[in-house]
């Protein structure tokens, strides 16, 4: 399928709603039905019928077959949160007792479920470094369930080589998930690639204007008809109608949003390459980035998030940079039409600052659809001004 003719006209059905253009918002919690006996059939599967919208709604209906589309997935589910989609994922695929195997660092909350929930069940987490595929073969044990992924990730951009794990995984009858949040499926189909699911923050590219919290959850038909009836059905935390909406409305120039990004993105590493404040910059598609070439082999495009180090001695030089931005925003998440950065050392006291580390003194920028030179000259007189 075309990727524009899932954006502008799969799944929608314009002759129930008198021909609009733009598809309607299915604003309500319930169905009614015209018999007893088709109710009994909505309560035998309510997986195939409208009946509550907690479970399907028309207009979130549209958005699935979208997203999955895009994905090349047989089918997905939405949550009000991509949080959402990662606890639904891994519970999903682990029982108690059971392990984990999961790259370094995963997002907050990913690890924040591995790390202080799960236990609570039993159930274990090993950390590795995803670069090396060896690593996942020595952490699997008898009882491994899941192999949690996450590529390339939003601060350092690590890789892991997702075909790779994915054979790896099947040998040993394991569930694959991974993070594509960075790359969206615009920019990288894990499931074409072997992973089992693949879910996102919908909350950045997809619904690119910083309005909306969702997240994506995308597989073969038979796992997540079980996550619809198990997990998506008592966390009770799909999408409303109203931000499927807005994510239907942020699809239309999804393409169009990250062309613009990459080509500015692109032009402000090279900005900040070159300056004589900046140490390095962490990029996926950048020639000095340390995997390259799998970079190259798994994803075709990257833009927006970026980091660089900053040569400061004392916290206070880059928290003066930042502070000096006029335009480019100090705030997390990321996505969105609006420039952002947020700086390492804002996570940590000044006083657990170390100049020679070099972590304490990355900067995350995120690349919107400002012109170039707006946001080149606002950050030079920020670096004028530290
Ligand atoms: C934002 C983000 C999430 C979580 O998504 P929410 O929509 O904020 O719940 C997960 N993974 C990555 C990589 C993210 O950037």
Known sequence: MDTSYILNEFAEERELYFNAIAPPIIQTSNFAFSTVDEMRNAFADEYSTYLYSRGLNPTVDMLRKKLAALDGAEDCLVFNSGAAAIFAAVLANVKSGGHIVSVYRPYTWAQRMFDVILPRFNVTTTYIDGRDISNFREAVRPHTSVIYLESPNSWDYKLQDLEAVAVLAKQHHIITICD??????????PITLGIDLVLQSATKYISGHSDTVAGVLSGGSEMITRIFHSEYMNIGSGISPFSAWLLLRGLRTLPARLDRITVTTMKVIKYL?????VEKVIFPLNENFEQLKL???QMTGACGLLTFVMKAQAVEEIEKFCNSL?????AVSWGGYESLIIPKCSGITRSNFRAENIEHRMLRLYVGLEDTEYLIEDLEQAFQNC
């Not at 390459?273 to 404040?277: A, F, G, I, V």
């Open 180 to 189: 594509n949040s960075y790359c969206t499926p615009l920019y990288q189909k």
């Open 273 to 277: 390459q070159k300056h004589p404040r």
């Open 295 to 297: 970079a190259k082999k």
């Open 326 to 330: 006029r335009h480019i925003l100090i």
